[in-house]
């Protein structure tokens, strides 16, 4: 299958650095407004040709995918346009900035048969697969609740909160906040099902441009309830993800490899908490191996879930399936995207 | 001639300022919006102009102007920031050039865009220049100075514009002592690699000095230099000056270059061969990242002999311009009659602080 890009800073070199692995996938062109960008893309990945202009890569390319990774304030033109010429779309978190442009998006999808996939990259990290594997075999019982808290410190001078000049994910609504809200929502989505009711809670502790640094929300949903966080101030950065099911518990850090599992155990009541404590520190330590070893391998790192949703999409569209990220999915996590934002910005 | 300095408040910008000042130039200083100058000490012909070079329009910047001097980049960040912001800002900046009058050029490179693999014995303005794909093997700086100094010689060639690259070696001054490529620091202990390797030093007066001598010499134009005050000091004198002066606490152990750059060598290989050429080191233990620290080489220059500059400032100097009491306002080595500008200077001097006029923000 033939892929092109648009967009080429950032978040693009690890969709290329993946798209160089896959099998039967050949990048024919990049795309970005500034032409350094986009040449240095094409000469450090190998790509035959890169572009300024995304309507003339489309024309001349024809290209099968369109992976769209820009910031946000674009996705709805250029994922459009990338529908409009025949190609399935890809698009980065999130896939835009308002529910009318998402229903457009997916309206334009359906008509033109083509799949539209949002990145809800850590559905798929390895730990939030094996916690998925226990619930899917049946061993851990219902989900009862999830949570879902990212520790991230966004206040720093160069990035979200750059004094000099305004970062793009601070024109969405609830500001750079508003950035790691789709992965929040994919995480409750996947685990307790479309959300009844969300009651979110914004504020702001800390001095700096930021409209709001701190975000917390209860959700009800199908199948549980789940509650989703983001703090600026909480450290060491983390991406906590714990799932509360039946008969089992499970912990992990999406940043790192840390994944550990509580169990109703048989056996004696009081030997529970040594059994389960031994294997938490057997886990733990494991886990601790892994991330350096992560880190030295070169590879995906915490983008391992990025990866495997590439992996799983184009195998998916070269067979005709169904992508591991579906129409359906795309539209319920944008709407408990916008259930959670700042009363004052929903659409 | 009014002169357009981009990063003016940077470290070596604000010694250039002083320089051009000195040199009888008007200087228009484009400093970003939420750049705090009021420590430096300019003086209040100094304009100042507001703008971040990767975001809102810089074609006021260039009313009047005719040089710029291109000393913005990223030091830190992530490589992809310091790619947008180096690459990104530069690529904006000489849009607005190739929409005004200016033509003359004077850009700082860096001694990290050469290939310091495929140099042996001596460093000098024809040495090659690190290309891909092992480019990318460096660290986010180099890449991002490769690509600039790439494109600003592009648009040069487009618009015929006349254009100096200076290409500094390791700058050093007040507050910035310790060099990246003394060694390696754990700790209160350092691991110099090749205690004898000379340093391509240049102290960031006398630096500036250069820049501002290239800014209207007639002999620069269409030239490249690498600036290097001497290559006589080592490294194992300066890191000693260093800890001494600074009153750093410090042990030095030296240890043979070419056995620092054996176990970078063998980790690269043990991680290639571990994880299938795709393993990740830190950048000390990349070999390529190794020698453009650490290569024992000479660095001769032809600035003396083509510019006839030589550095105002002696190494001696230089350290009590680094160590020692500072000094009221930044004093710029002093000129002599022949070394001043012809042409008067021309320029209708806006206060210093006050925001320039499209960038304000």
């Keep these: ?43 450090r990945f190998g790509i035959p040709r890169w572009y300024t202009d995304h309507r003339a890569m489309l024309e001349a390319e024809r290209p099968d995918v369109v992976h769209v990774t820009t910031p946000p304030s674009s996705h709805f033109p250029l994922a459009t346009a990338a529908l409009g010429a025949g190609a399935h779309v890809i698009v980065e978190k999130p896939a835009s900035e308002t529910m009318e442009q998402l229903r457009q998006m997916l309206r334009a999808a359906r008509e033109a ?23 899917d075999s049946g061993r851990a019982g219902n989900v009862v609740h999830v949570e879902a808290f990212i520790a991230l410190d966004i206040l720093g001078p160069s990035g979200f909160a750059d004094p000099n000049l305004q970062h793009p994910a601070l024109r969405m609504a609830g500001g750079a906040i508003a950035d790691f809200l789709p992965h929040l929502a994919s995480l409750a989505w ?3 099902g479309a959300h009844r009711s969300a009651h979110p809670v914004w504020s702001r502790r800390a001095r700096s441009p930021l409209p709001y640094d701190e975000f917390r929300a209860v959700v009800d949903a199908e199948r549980g309830t789940a509650s989703l966080a983001f703090s600026a101030s909480a450290q060491p950065d983390a991406f906590w993800l714990r799932v509360y099911c039946e008969r089992m518990q499970a912990a992990t850090n999406l940043f790192e490899t840390r994944l550990t599992f509580d169990r109703v155990l048989s056996g004696p009541r009081p030997l529970r908490p040594l059994r389960n404590g031994l294997r938490e520190a057997r886990d733990v330590r494991r886990a601790s191996v892994g991330s350096l070893w992560r880190k030295l391998s070169g590879g995906p790192g915490s983008y391992d879930g990025l990866w495997e949703m590439l992996r799983g999409t184009y195998t998916a569209l070269a067979s005709g399936g169904e992508p591991p990220v579906g129409l359906r999915e795309v539209e319920e996590v944008a709407e408990l995207v916008e259930a959670l934002k700042p009363r004052e910005a929903r659409s | 001639m009014r002169v357009l300095v981009t990063g003016a408040n940077g470290f070596l910008g604000r010694h250039v300022v002083s320089a051009l ?3 009888g130039h008007a200087v228009r200083a484009m400093v970003r919006p939420a750049a705090s100058i009021d420590a430096l000490g ?24 005719g040089a710029l001097v291109h000393l913005a980049a990223a030091v830190s960040g992530g490589e992809d920031a310091q790619f947008a912001a180096t690459v990104g800002g530069t690529e904006r900046l000489l849009s607005a050039m190739a929409a005004s009058r200016t033509r003359r050029l004077v850009f700082c490179s860096s001694f990290s865009v050469y290939d310091w693999s495929r140099i042996d014995g001596t460093l000098d303005e024809d040495s090659p220049l690190q290309r891909a794909p092992d480019l990318y ?88 230099y690498n600036v290097v005050d001497s290559d006589r000091i080592r490294i194992w004198r300066y890191l000693g000056d260093h800890l001494r002066r600074s009153q750093e606490r410090g042990l030095r152990l030296p240890l043979p270059y070419r056995l620092g750059l054996t176990v970078a060598r063998v980790a690269q290989a043990t991680s290639r061969w571990i994880f299938d050429g795709k393993g990740k080191l830190p950048g000390v233990l990349v070999p390529c990242r190794f020698e453009a620290r650490f290569k024992p080489l000479r660095f001769p220059t032809r600035t003396e002999r083509e510019l006839g500059w030589t550095p105002p400032l002696s190494y001696e100097e230089c350290l009590e311009r680094t160590y020692g009491p500072p000094a009221v306002a930044a004093a710029p080595p002093a000129l002599t009659e022949s070394e001043r500008p012809a042409d008067p200077p021309m320029t209708t001097p806006e206060r210093a602080g006050v925001p320039g006029r499209a960038a304000a923000s």
């Design chain 1, 1 to 43: 299958m033939k892929a092109a890009l648009i967009g080429a800073g950032q978040i693009a070199k690890q969709h290329l650095a993946c798209l160089k692995e896959l099998e039967g996938v050949e990048v024919g062109a990049v795309c970005d407004l500034s032409p350094a960008t986009a040449a240095a893309a094409a000469e």
């Design chain 1, 113 to 135: 048969g083509r799949a539209l996939v949002e990145s809800h990259n850590y559905l798929f990290n390895v730990a939030t697969r094996r916690i998925l594997e226990e619930i």
């Design chain 1, 190 to 192: 996947r685990f307790v």
């Design chain 2, 21 to 23: 000042l000195a040199r």
């Design chain 2, 42 to 65: 300019w003086p209040p012909s100094v304009e100042v102009f507001r703008a971040d070079l990767r975001g809102g329009p810089l074609e006021a910047a260039f009313e009047g102007v």
């Design chain 2, 137 to 224: 093997e460096r660290d986010g700086y180099a890449i991002a100075k490769s690509w600039q100094e790439r494109i600003v010689r592009e648009a040069a060639a487009r618009h015929g514009w006349d254009l100096v690259v200076l290409r500094p070696g390791w700058i050093w001054g007040r507050e910035h002592g310790f060099l990246f490529g003394l060694g390696q620091r754990f700790g209160s202990v350092h691991l110099v690699f090749g205690p004898t390797t000379r340093l391509p030093l240049t102290h960031v007066e006398n630096c500036a000095s250069l820049f501002a001598l290239c800014v209207d010499a007639p002999a620069a134009s269409g030239r490249t």
